[in-house]
């Protein structure tokens, strides 16, 4: 991505506060999470090539710790959200030990399995979670005594957030561990003879991934204020499957597009389209017709043929 | 090549204040009531979200669209059932559609996800479904009211019936895994038990549970009766695997178990079952035949908890309104006129709001009959101004915690 297009997207995105709407400001807070969560399951299935169907537990739990500190022992947020990204990440740990036993549909298979156990931990552990009435009265956290309640400050401080773990994801992706990680994707065999071991970098790749999710969790929490054991279930980590593979996984930008176009159909066209969940499956069957790697391979394709420069670019590179 | 990347980032910046500028144009003076509706479309709540909707539509349709000498505009969101789109939409409905009052949302969890949200706008919120305890008892909102009832508030008189009426002992107790389904079931058991009943076993199948067979076979059989605790079609699958399994003991059951929205779809294994409800589509008065022959003209069915809820809503905002003299933007005395609004006549009777923001109504014990060859919920009791609290004390009612699988205490329950 050249370095204008950079700063075309940079100024776009800093402006946003200053001539839209409180409504399109908030829509656009949601878009910048679920990107993020799209980058982190993007680890996994694009650069990994493992396809997970449990990401939302890695959201979800860190919410929920987040929420409960908070509700249950008056944590801070500057205590409660290193420990709730730490709780997650440690759980990542232990889930990568048993999800990584497989890969392929295995794989699949064992973490959406791990993802619905948490779902209806949080659905019965009422104790704990307040079960289907969710955790309520949370509040967002004041940086340097800054409210966050109105919604260009809490835009802001996503944007932060986002712009910081857009920054190492990158310098993740782009590392020599990134290149390793496409090489166990594409040639595990070979790489395993080349002398790396695959399994760990899958395992040190399945936990950053988890890090990340809970990264984006506790905006989430911020944001919604409110933390329901649907957060956790498998809808939202379908859905954000499809946000990563209709963007274009295994490139940096292609998990943000797809966040927004999913974001966007599911909450600013279903106001007009009454049957948007019809529509949102006709977008979806039209990438996968005439794009089946993804909006954001398949426009620069059509650009680099139109243009006649440049050569098509190949999976994996950002 | 800095000069370059800045110059774009500000033809960027103008780009888009070109394109979302005429977006935020005020509206004219002159304006309709915007009225909120967030109702559910997609997905495994639908059913209820539909006949909400139907509610609303057929109290509009004979307002003419006017309320309090205005006209209503009537913008309806769809939540999706969950809480995300929920709090979503609401903004979109504040934010963007600039709505005056909000009626809505269906489920309960959808109420909390929006709660804080509503204070922080001060937007009144009309509910006509959502039952959770806590949202008139321990969190109450000043801009939240409800037009239907709290979860237990039915359960609590019919404990009374079941133990002094009815004379039942014993009872087992099944229920939805879920707040809705501990919340009814606790209600029933506490008033039950202070009346000298025994709950002696409680079981929570799953929300989703596939199939009733292996509860139904855990069930006792030395109980007088069951208490079915359902929401949604569930009490229809229970119902019929009940009688299938040849059970034929008396069941009593929350409104929902037996709602008309489901009641149409049930056979003979509904016939007898007892339940508490603030409603019936057979309450003997004129309005309430005038208003399910309405409804059954409109969408060929009776009306239920969902169709009334809206309804009533719908009655509400305009008695509020009317208050008001139309003034529905001056949003402190119209929320003021929402919680104190006297006297509110609709299908149900006369009901009050409580100073927590939750009706005070008549309380129906109905029977489910075949009458005219369809099932109907005849009232056989009438309870008279019910409150959410029943007969207990508020003060030592909010001190206790809220209803849940634990609350109250089960102290005889047998292994």
Partial sequence: MNRRALAVCAGLLVAMPFVAGEY???????????????????????????????????????????????????????????????????????????????????????????????????????????????????????????????????????????????????????????????????????????????????????????????????????????????????????????????????????????????????????????????????????????????????VQRLWARLTGKGRAPQRGQP | MLIKSLRAALCAAGAVAATLLPLQSSHAQTEPIRIGFLTVRTGALAAGGKQMEEGIQLFLKERNNMIAGRKVELIIADTGGNPAGAKTKTQELVERNKVHVIIGPLAAFEALAIDDYIRQTKTPIVAPSAAAEDLTQRKPNPWFVRTSTSSAQPNQPLGEYAAKTLGYKRVAIIADDFAYGHETASGFQRVFEDNGGKVVQKLWPPLNVADYGSYVGQLKGNVDAIYAGFAGANGLRFLKQLREYGNKLPVLGSATTTDEGILKQMGDEALGVISGSWYSAAIDTPESKRFVAAANKEFGADPGYYTLGAYSSGVLVEQAAKAVNGKVEDKEAFMKALRNPGTVKDARGEWKVDEYGNPVQNIYIRKVERKGGKLVNTVVKTYPNVSQFWTYEPKAFLAAPVYSRDVPPSKNIEP
């Fill in chain 1, 24 to 298: 399109y400001i908030n829509l656009a807070s949601q878009i910048l999470i679920a990107a993020l969560f799209a980058l982190s399951l993007n680890l996994l299935v694009g650069y990994g090539g493992l396809t997970s169907l449990g990401h939302a537990a890695y959201m979800g739990v860190a919410a929920y710790v987040s929420g409960w500190l908070f509700l249950k022992f008056g944590f801070g947020h500057l205590a409660s959200a290193p420990l709730a990204l730490l709780v997650t990440t440690l759980m990542a740990a232990v889930f990568g030990l048993i999800a990584l036993r497989a890969s392929g549909i295995g794989f699949l298979m064992i973490t959406l399995a791990l993802g619905q156990v948490l779902w209806g931990l949080a659905f019965r552990w009422v104790t704990v979670t307040n079960g289907d009435n969710g955790l309520s009265g949370l509040t967002r956290p004041m940086p340097f005594g800054i409210d966050l309640n109105g919604a260009n400050a809490f835009y802001f401080f996503t944007l932060i957030i986002f712009a910081a773990s857009m920054v190492c994801i990158v310098a993740f992706a782009n590392s020599a561990f990134g290149s390793v990680l496409r090489g166990t994707r594409d040639q595990p065999r070979r790489m395993l003879a080349l002398g790396h071991n695959v399994w760990l970098v899958r395992y040190l790749t399945f936990i950053s991934a988890g890090f990340w999710a809970a990264v984006s969790g506790l905006l989430f929490v911020y944001y919604h204020k409110f933390i329901h054991p649907q957060a956790l279930g498998l809808t939202n980590s379908a859905e954000t499957l499809l946000m990563v593979i209709a963007g274009g996984s295994g490139t940096l930008i292609g998990p943000i597009v797809g966040a927004a176009i999913v974001v966007l159909l599911k909450n600013y066209v279903s106001a007009f389209v009454e049957r948007w969940t019809m529509l949102l499956g006709f977008v979806f069957l039209f990438i996968v017709l005439f794009m089946p790697d993804g909006v954001v391979p398949g």
